[in-house]
């Protein structure tokens, strides 16, 4: 079935996504990235990727604006961590930053997840705009970069790896976890934090770190036994062997939700120039979701990487637009594929809040594609 072209993705989008985040999304954004509410950080995420998207692809300046806007309302919000009202972190210093105001989500606390969700993408937005030229344009553009970037080199970098230190005596305990997906936060900001820092130190500390996130995720990808060129893996470390990660007690299969952050920090890797990995890398990554996650006769996402469903996520294999979706920019049959799925199963794309990231991302892989074609 031919679905796919330039002109279908980009009226999803206009039709689809452009509507929502006017008429809702954009509201939320705003209001969750002033709240303070570390917890909010996650669901803004999802906003400031789809705004980076959508931007890349159109050049209006309108959703740059409000992803800038977004950042700054983050930043803005910090606060002196043992002046925080409420903080019950075992560890209180003079950095800036947020506490979860959302029950049994580190309600009261300082969560480096959190934090580590958003910064990935406000990274990312600082070196898209370093390259094309932006931040030299003007003195005030200039000042609002370094403004932005001291902010993540003192209150996100270096607050948690002196954080990690002072709990473990380790530099990267708390970054690496015990969770693929959880470190692959941080490791897609060491990889971008590494190319805009000039503090040879954390330059330093970030290649150590995304270097031991590749080691540590080399040794958990397996290839399929029913499908070789497809991959499978646990989201508990295999080999924590001289890596700074620790291991669970019991090995846990990789959900396909949380298999998001990993699939993105590998294009993030793949983009930045990384020699760990490559297109191979790539391709077995589309080939799990070809031949294994989706359901062509449901036209669902499995719960899990091996295909099988979940009882404890079930149906939240259906959430792709934070990682596995991007893998289309890399082949079209699978942009179809997610075509063909937004097409059929919008409810899906509702039900777990991804709709304008969703579009967003079908128009930039489009754009991908039509640019190396």
Same mark, same amino acid.
């Given at each position: 079935? *031919?679905?796919?072209? !330039? ?24 209001? *969750? ?80 997840? #959190? ?21 030299? #344009? ?34 990267? !305990?708390?970054?690496?976890?015990? !969770? ?15 190319? &805009?820092? *000039? ?22 990808? *397996? ?55 490559? !297109? ?81 991302? &079908? ?11």
């Amino acid at each position: 079935m *031919q679905l796919s072209n !330039r002109c279908f993705t980009q009226s999803l989008f206009i039709e689809k996504s452009i509507n929502e985040y006017n008429t809702g999304f954009r509201n939320i954004y705003f209001t *969750q990235s002033i709240s303070a509410n570390s917890y909010d950080f996650m669901f803004v995420s999802t906003g400031l990727d789809a705004l980076q998207a959508i931007y890349t692809v159109t050049k209006d300046s309108t959703y740059f604006n409000d992803e800038k806007k977004i950042i700054d309302n983050v930043i803005s919000s910090a606060k002196v961590s043992a002046a925080i009202p409420g903080n019950t972190y075992k560890i209180k210093d003079d950095y800036l930053g947020w506490i979860s105001n959302t029950p049994d989500r580190a309600y009261k606390n300082e969560a480096q997840l #959190f934090e580590s969700y958003i910064f990935q993408y406000i990274v990312k937005c600082l070196y898209q705009l370093k390259e094309s030229g932006w931040v030299s #344009f003007s003195p005030e553009r200039t000042q609002w970069y370094n403004n932005v970037l001291f902010f993540t080199e003192k209150n996100i970098w270096e607050k948690w790896v002196n954080r990690s230190i002072r709990q473990s005596g380790l530099s990267y !305990r708390i970054f690496l976890g015990i !969770r693929t997906h959880m470190a692959a936060h941080w490791a897609g900001i060491a990889l971008v934090l590494e190319q &805009l820092s *000039q503090n040879s130190e954390i330059k330093k500390q970030c290649r150590e770190l995304y270097t031991a996130y590749d080691t540590l995720l080399k040794r958990n990808l *397996q290839p399929n036994p029913a499908h070789p060129t497809a991959y499978l893996w646990n989201c508990t470390w295999d080999d924590n062997d001289n890596v700074q990660a620790r291991k669970d007690s019991k090995a846990i299969i990789q959900d396909v939700s949380h298999g998001n952050h990993v699939i993105s920090y590998i294009i993030t890797a793949l983009e930045m120039g990384s020699p760990n990995w490559t !297109r191979e890398d790539i391709n077995k990554f589309i080939n799990t979701v070809k031949y294994v996650i989706y359901d062509r006769q449901k036209h669902i996402f499995s719960d899990l990487v091996d295909g099988t469903s979940s009882l404890i996520t079930p149906e939240r294999g259906n959430f792709q637009a934070d990682g596995w979706l991007k893998l289309g920019r890399y082949d079209r049959d699978l942009q179809n594929l997610y075509i063909h799925f937004a097409a059929t199963k919008e409810n899906l794309l509702n039900k777990y809040a991804q709709s304008f990231q969703y579009y967003a991302n &079908l128009a930039l892989n489009e754009y991908y594609i039509q640019l190396n074609n």
